[in-house]
């Protein structure tokens, strides 16, 4: 039934004919503009997926054996910008669908899920020695150096979207209207990447003198001792969604003016995700997004 409605829906778009046809043409009723979040689970990346992402890297050769993984991050939210036409469905023989039907299709940017894993790694050696005399007596310390090295990687992307949905509505010449439906969207990346950032750090600590008994105070030099940052592009990154939006829209206008024709509203929908690395690696993610924009109708 819901798939029904909406090829009828996409075959009126395409049929022309007089009033008296079964089937009106559709026309354009509102145009709108919103931002969407969309907050799920955590989902994890190992480094050897990270590595299988970065198309064209050396990671084959890098050794973190003797790193600790401080870190593995991954923002689950995407944050997109949405712009969308709806037509209302036209009705049969002269009379008004039930359930006031509206096509919405539109185009999405989204700032992708983000990933991150970081590696850490200390080295402490004993690079000289000093004597302290306290009291006639004589103490010697070490001073030592330490050395920090940290790895860091990151995968995200930025993704175009083509949204298409149904939405059946209380009375659309109400004030207040709800409404509900389903939406389908397919994206792709247009920049996708992993990032690699290295850097190193070395630690002085040297015993000065002897306050309290035989215990010296340890003055500490930190030495930048350099960095580097790559970036490494990925495969061919797609996703796919399905959701339900439930929705409360509110016209501003009371009154036949300007603002009668402007409406604010606010979704929240249950959301499945799908999204791929062609083949190198592929997750499902439900969620839920929270929607607010502003509609304007122009008929």
């Not at 029904?4 to 395409?14: E, K, P, R």
């Not at 000093?130 to 009291?135: E, L, M, N």
């Not at 950032?197 to 002085?204: A, G, L, V």
């Not at 509203?265 to 929607?291: I, M, R």
Request: charged share 15%; proline share 4%.
């Amino acid at each position: 039934m819901l798939f029904n409605t909406f090829a009828v829906g996409i075959a009126a778009l395409l049929t022309t004919g007089s009033p008296g046809d079964s089937i009106k043409k559709m026309h354009i009723e509102s145009i709108e503009i919103s931002s969407t979040q969309f907050l799920s689970d955590f989902i994890q990346m190992d480094f050897a997926q990270m590595r299988a992402l970065a198309l064209e890297n050396d990671f084959a050769n890098l050794n973190l054996q003797d790193y600790s993984m401080t870190s593995s991050c991954c923002v689950a939210r995407q944050d997109l910008i949405n712009f969308h036409v709806n037509s209302a469905l036209p009705g049969r023989n002269g009379k008004a669908p039930k359930g006031s039907p509206m096509l919405r299709l539109g185009l999405s940017h989204s700032n992708s899920f983000y990933h991150s894993l970081t590696f850490f790694n200390s080295n402490q050696f004993t690079v000289d020695s000093i004597s302290i005399i306290y009291q006639g007596n004589a103490t010697t310390y070490p001073i030592d150096s330490i050395v920090r090295e940290t790895h860091s990687f990151a995968a995200s992307s930025k993704r175009l979207r083509a949204n298409a949905g149904m939405l059946w509505r209380s009375n659309p010449k109400k004030r207040w209207i709800g409404y509900t439906g389903f939406a389908l969207g397919f994206g792709l990346a247009i920049v996708s990447q992993v990032e690699e950032y290295y850097s190193k750090w070395s630690e002085i600590t040297n015993p000065i003198y002897a306050v309290y008994g035989n215990t010296p105070i340890i003055q500490s030099s930190w030495q930048f001792e350099g960095s580097s940052r790559n970036f490494y592009k990925t495969p061919l990154l797609w996703d796919m969604s399905f959701s339900l939006p439930i929705g409360v829209d509110f016209r501003i206008g009371k009154k036949e003016n300007l603002w009668y024709r402007v409406h604010l509203f606010s979704e929240l929908n249950p959301t499945l995700w799908v999204s791929s690395y062609s083949k190198t690696w592929a997750y499902v993610n439900p969620g839920v997004s929270a929607v607010f924009g502003i509609r304007v109708n122009i008929e």
